[in-house]
């Protein structure tokens, strides 16, 4: 049942991205950010569903995955690249070290940031 909700959202969003190709490729403005984090760098986060990564993968063609969201859509949708719609098989999935350790980073950062004040008295 997950697994049959997580291919459906996918599956609306490669639509999504697919009606709204440029020339280009992908219009940027389509590149999501992490759900509710405007913070977040777009290339922390994966092509397929916005979320930010922790294992990232990248495709033959260039493009970022979260490793277990673009195993999940080959197992659903069969070897097709969701952006592309060209073959893509879990075999060229090369994982991103130093894309994942940038993101290992920016969560360091951003964990150890001093939070704002609460004011007790903003009503």
């Keep these: 049942e997950r697994l049959a909700a ?3 959202a996918a599956s609306s969003s490669m ?13 940027a ?3 999501p950010k992490a759900p509710g984090d405007p913070s ?9 569903n916005g979320h930010m990564m922790k294992e990232p993968v990248r495709s033959a063609f260039g ?11 080959l197992e ?3 070897q097709v690249c969701p952006i592309t719609h060209e073959t893509l098989t879990a075999d060229q999935l ?10 290992i980073r920016f ?3 951003k964990s150890s940031a001093p939070a704002e004040e609460e004011d007790l008295y903003d009503f």
């Design 40 to 48: 977040v760098p777009k290339e922390f986060v994966c092509a397929i």
């Design 63 to 73: 493009h970022v995955f979260e490793k277990s969201t673009i195993e999940l859509w």
């Design 6 to 8: 997580a291919a459906a």
């Design 29 to 31: 403005a389509h590149v």
């Design 94 to 103: 090369t994982p991103d070290d130093e894309l994942r350790s940038r993101i």
């Design 15 to 27: 639509s999504t991205r697919a009606e709204s190709k440029s020339e280009g490729g992908l219009a």
């Design 107 to 109: 969560q360091i950062q």
């Design 76 to 78: 659903s949708n069969g």
